[in-house]
């Protein structure tokens, strides 16, 4: 979007937050995958992030661009804080039912990989169902959205239901999951159907919606390319949202997680936020 059609068109504030208490035996190396991309943001300000108690820490961007935190955390209880406020357009994202699905030999070099099986995301093992269910849709926006309905549909979001090992093919068998479940099917189901399908990662405020029952948490969405561009879809939620704040995207969970530990440390609690902030 161009920096004029940004400041005609009115901003909200996002706070954005989370805080993780744990336990650990040893020093820990980890990698803490938190923070905003703020060339998705109009602007990103405010920020801090804060250890108890203070070790070293330096930013380096991943292969898919995502911004990422590494540091040792001692042994024993340590908290780590981020913390930023988010301008966001006020919008929610673009629908265009039209917009074409490419043919294979037409993508773009850097989106084949995201057409490919992944540790979660396995359309040669759902591409029969895919096949069965969606191959005769039109081949546009629309066939996405009807991949997007069913998932919607099939699955009923639980929590304590899926592990960090579950793929894909596993919450279609058992019918329930939570946001990444509900992402890693979707996407399994456009690849399957050589649309390509990323696994997004990042905060979601409840913003112009009613209140939710649940607790705030990370949130997991996808994107996907349609024509000439990435397309949000949002298989948990199954609508249109204002305020998405990006934290990282890439082929699936694995590869944009909240944090890495080399080793065995015990969360203590978990907290994360995401809401509009007004000054």
């Not at 992030?49 to 042994?75: A, E, K």
């Not at 990989?113 to 629309?142: I, Q």
């Not at 994107?223 to 934290?247: A, C, H, S, Y």
Request: glycine share 6%; hydrophobic share 35%; charged share 25%.
């Amino acid at each position: 979007m161009a920096d004029s059609e940004r400041l005609s068109t009115a901003l909200r504030h996002v706070r954005v937050g989370c805080e993780f208490v744990q336990e650990r035996d040893s020093d820990t190396p980890s990698v803490i995958q938190v923070r905003p991309r703020p060339e998705y943001l109009v602007g990103l300000h405010d920020e801090s992030w804060s250890t108890d108690p203070q070790v070293d820490t330096h930013l380096y961007t991943d292969m898919y661009g995502n911004s990422c935190l590494r540091l040792i955390l001692p042994p024993g209880r340590s908290t780590f804080r981020y913390s930023a406020i988010a301008d966001v357009l006020d919008e929610t994202e673009a629908v265009d039912p039209t917009v074409p699905q490419n043919d294979p030999q037409d993508l773009p070099d850097d989106v084949l990989v995201y057409t490919l099986p992944s540790r979660f995301c396995l359309p040669d093992l759902l591409g029969d169902e895919a096949v069965e269910r969606f191959e005769s849709l039109p081949r546009d926006y629309s066939r996405v959205q009807h991949v997007v309905d069913y998932v919607w549909h099939h699955l009923r979001f639980r929590y304590g239901s899926s592990t960090a090992t579950t793929t894909a093919a596993d919450v279609n068998d058992s019918g329930l999951g939570v946001c990444r479940d509900f992402a890693h099917l979707a996407i399994s189901f456009c690849r399957a159907l050589d649309i390509p399908a990323r696994y997004v990662f990042g905060y979601l405020p409840a913003m112009d919606i009613a209140p939710r029952p649940e607790p705030m948490d990370f949130a997991a969405w996808m994107e996907v390319w349609l024509g000439d561009r990435w397309w949000t879809f949002d298989p948990r939620n199954n609508e249109q949202r204002k305020g998405r704040v990006l934290i990282g995207h890439g082929r699936d969970a694995a590869d944009v997680a909240m944090m890495t530990s080399f080793g065995m440390p015990r969360l203590e609690s978990m907290t994360v936020v995401a809401e509009e902030y007004h000054e």
